[in-house]
């Protein structure tokens, strides 16, 4: 019998304006519409799927939902920053951006900002395996 830890695993994320969210994320996200229902629109972004859904309750996480990982963090936070993303500046025990909104984590660098709902997003590059 397969185990949790061998499934696929996807996020959902909550949208109010489900029309206008799903602009960011195919437009300014580039990720790939593969399938839309009245229960929402499922995403792939690389080789992960995520759903994007209708609900009342988007944007009150005060934490990240998910993560782009990504080769080169310098580089997607410029192309996003220039499709005109604003990232996060954090300054916290544990966490402190640069500039940039990059921050050096022990094995990752990692970027945050929010989607038109106020979902919290990251950008993620690993350095060490």
Partial sequence: MEMPAEWSF?????????EGTRRFYEDVLECEMVRESSAGITYRSGDSYFDLYPTQFAGTAQH???AFIVNDVEAAVADLR????RFEQYDMPGLKT???GIA???G????????PEGNILALGQRTEV
Avoid: M, Y
């Fill in 10 to 18: 996807g996020a959902t994320i909550p949208a109010k304006d489900l």
């Fill in 64 to 66: 990240t939902i998910g």
């Fill in 98 to 100: 640069d500039a940039n």
């Fill in 82 to 85: 220039a499709k005109g993303v």
């Fill in 108 to 115: 990752e660098r990692g970027a945050w900002f929010k989607d």
């Fill in 104 to 106: 050096e984590l022990e």
